[in-house]
């Protein structure tokens, strides 16, 4: 017998699509019920190394974490990685497949939904339930031609949907009814009822509103979820979350600050030190200076990396940092971070645009040379301070120089990685997920003089239940599931 299978579809991005699949994938996983969660395609920079050694969106790492089992390359069958306004590098089952600007890939769609089922088909094998995660707005009817991302996947695999709609951003009525009046009759009917997400307040004043919306669809009203606070604590995988202003920590003993660009990815490696009480984590957008009390300046990774060398520069980034530097700051750079801090980048290939080769930052004596071989693996190793982590890499390009021969670390499997300069005051490393190792963003706390206080995965791992019992005092969990069948 098939398994059961519910698709959470969204009014819009950000609306809390890939959160409630986590919680609900921990509720039913503490049921006894083989969860498994699937995004049949992602859009998104930060994204994890797979059991089975591909990549996938982060936010299905999560879920498949909150379902306790692998990640796997399944989960998350087309990944779209942004390279440009207009183009993005595809993952297909965990793979690069191709290069492709935005109106391209339009047509590309309709190859990838034999993947997307082939996947999708996979995991339903192997569960009791799949919980489908839809992408941006179930709305968007300009690209519903070879649609494999919300309504076209639900119609081509037949499974029911469950509607989400954000009352935090406002409109949350309107947003609802219109998704309603501009999809397609045969969409909608698919559509088997709706959920309110992030309220805040007392929930009587707007039962009103769930009962309107409910007639004016034809859904039934599923839930109204209040705001869910400690969302902050896991990882984030739409960049929208870097716009959010972060906690105040007025007494934190180190300052770290972090140059937000354009292509950002991977920024979930900073997430373990935000959530340290030691520790002022100061997300600096373009227009804004590097603060010069910062101890510590990261350089987190890039999809595209010369390109976002180039906004550094134009947002003045790379004086603050030499000021910084100057003064005896700490400089790290990870992934594409490190690579900016060499005297050069490379890119005779044309990996991220027009073959070039652009000056660095000059910060660590090394060169890097893009190359189009992605190195997908997890790592584990001994930093050279002697502290151990396990982490991943992530990259596509080669470093070297002088400074490698002072690496950052040295990996389980004998080989050096990353480089450190002559006063040891600038490090670069390819390794992603250090700081989620507490035995390494101790030691990296302890630099500053400053204690690491927290057990990362232990929180993670008390947010996601914490989510899903959160979701079951708010959503009939029994009805979902009857839903689903």
């Given at each position: 017998m098939p398994a059961r299978a519910l698709m959470f579809a969204g009014t819009g991005s950000d609306v809390g699509k890939s959160l409630i699949v986590a919680g609900l994938a921990r509720a039913l996983t503490r049921r006894g019920l083989a969860v498994r969660p699937f995004k049949p395609q992602n859009m998104s920079n930060n994204a994890a190394v797979t059991d089975d050694g591909?990549?996938?969106?982060?936010?299905?790492?999560?879920?498949?974490?909150?379902?306790?089992?692998?990640?796997?390359?399944?989960?998350?069958?087309?990944?779209?990685?942004?390279?440009?306004?207009?183009?993005?590098?595809?993952?297909?089952?965990?793979?690069?497949?191709?290069?492709?600007?935005?109106?391209?890939y339009q047509h590309m769609k309709r190859d990838l939904l034999p993947y997307v089922l082939q996947s999708y088909r996979r995991l339903r094998d192997e569960a009791d339930i799949v919980l489908v995660e839809g992408a941006g707005s179930a709305a968007e009817i300009n690209l519903r031609a070879n649609d494999i991302a919300n309504m076209g996947f639900a119609r081509a695999a037949e499974v029911p949907v469950v509607l989400i709609g954000d009352i935090d951003r406002g409109g949350v009525i309107a947003s609802l009814v219109g998704t309603k009046a501009v999809l397609a009759p045969e969409d909608a009917a698919l559509i088997r009822g709706f959920i309110v997400n992030k309220f805040r307040g007392d929930a009587a004043l707007f039962s009103a509103g769930m009962a309107q919306i409910a007639q004016a669809t034809g859904w039934e009203a599923l839930g109204l979820v209040p705001h869910f606070a400690d969302a902050r604590l896991l990882p984030a995988e739409d960049a929208l979350a870097l716009e959010r202003r972060p906690a105040a920590k007025p007494h934190a003993r180190v300052r770290i600050a972090v140059p937000i660009l354009?292509?950002?990815?991977?920024?979930?490696?900073?997430?373990?030190?935000?959530?340290e009480t030691d520790v002022a984590l100061m997300r600096v957008h373009p227009g804004a200076a590097l603060p010069s009390d910062a101890d510590l300046i990261v350089l987190p990774g890039s999809k595209a990396t010369i390109a976002d060398l180039v906004a550094l520069r134009a947002a003045g980034f790379d004086i603050d940092i030499a000021a910084h530097r100057r003064r005896g700051g700490m400089v790290l750079g990870l992934c594409g971070g490190y690579q900016m801090l060499g005297r050069t980048i490379a890119d005779?290939?044309?990996v991220e645009g027009p073959p070039a080769t652009v000056e660095g930052l000059g910060l660590l004596d090394v060169a890097t040379t893009l190359a189009a071989d992605k190195r997908l693996e997890r790592v584990a190793g001994t930093s050279s301070d002697g502290a151990p982590f396990a982490g991943y890499e992530m990259h596509m390009g080669l470093t070297a120089g002088p400074d490698c021969m002072r690496p950052f670390a040295q990996l389980a499997d004998g080989s050096p990685d990353g480089a450190i300069s002559a006063d040891g005051?600038?490090?670069?490393?390819?390794?992603?997920?250090?700081?989620?190792d507490d035995r390494q963003r101790a030691a990296w706390l302890q630099r500053f003089k400053a204690t690491a206080t927290i057990r990362y995965d232990d929180l993670v791992e008390r947010t996601l239940d914490a989510l899903a019992a959160h979701l079951c005092a708010h959503l009939d969990i029994d009805r979902l599931l009857k839903l689903a069948e």
């Open positions: 591909g990549e996938i969106g982060r936010a299905q790492a999560l879920q498949a974490r909150a379902a306790r089992v692998p990640a796997s390359v399944h989960m998350n069958p087309v990944l779209l990685k942004p390279q440009s306004e207009i183009g993005a590098q595809i993952v297909v089952q965990g793979r690069v497949f191709a290069s492709a600007k935005a109106a391209a354009p292509h950002i990815a991977n920024f979930d490696d900073l997430d373990p030190l935000d959530a005779p290939g044309g005051r600038v490090i670069g490393t390819y390794v992603h997920g250090l700081f989620g």
